[in-house]
């Protein structure tokens, strides 16, 4: 996507990764997305003394979508607070997928990829019964 400026997206990224809440793996995680609106929504990861209760950034970007408006995410970029590229889990991806569906890019450590280069074969609406 020609309209993306990955530069400013990864140092969105990196700033509000300074904004993570993260006292037990001191990993600063943030990222940024871009919606179909020209939005930018950011996520930071928010850990939790129970560990299986933190969030990931992706997580709390895809709240700050829903509630600035809705839309959908076009590109998103993930990086540590150090400004180290961190590819999104399983579960954000899944995230992803669903507020971006397959042609949301994402950038990875082998480029700019579509999310069905990221997840193949995701589970999605379409797999629901009408």
Not at 62 to 70: A, E, I
Not at 86 to 105: D, K, N
Request: hydrophobic residues 40%; glycine residues 14%.
């Amino acid at each position: 996507m020609s309209t993306v400026d990955w530069d400013a997206l990864r140092a969105e990224a990196v700033r509000v990764a300074q904004s993570a809440y993260a006292p037990y793996s001191k990993l600063l995680v943030g990222v940024a997305g871009l919606t179909d609106d020209g939005r930018l929504v950011q996520g930071c990861n928010v850990e939790n003394a129970s560990y299986g209760l933190g969030l990931c950034a992706e997580c709390t970007m895809v709240g700050q979508l829903r509630l600035s408006g809705g839309g959908r995410l076009v590109a998103v970029a993930c990086r540590s607070g150090d400004g180290d590229l961190l590819m999104p889990c399983g579960r954000c991806r899944q995230l992803l997928y669903e507020h971006g569906g397959p042609e949301c890019l994402v950038d990875t450590p082998s480029g700019i990829l579509p999310m069905s280069s990221v997840l193949p074969d995701a589970f999605g609406p379409e797999d629901l019964p009408a």
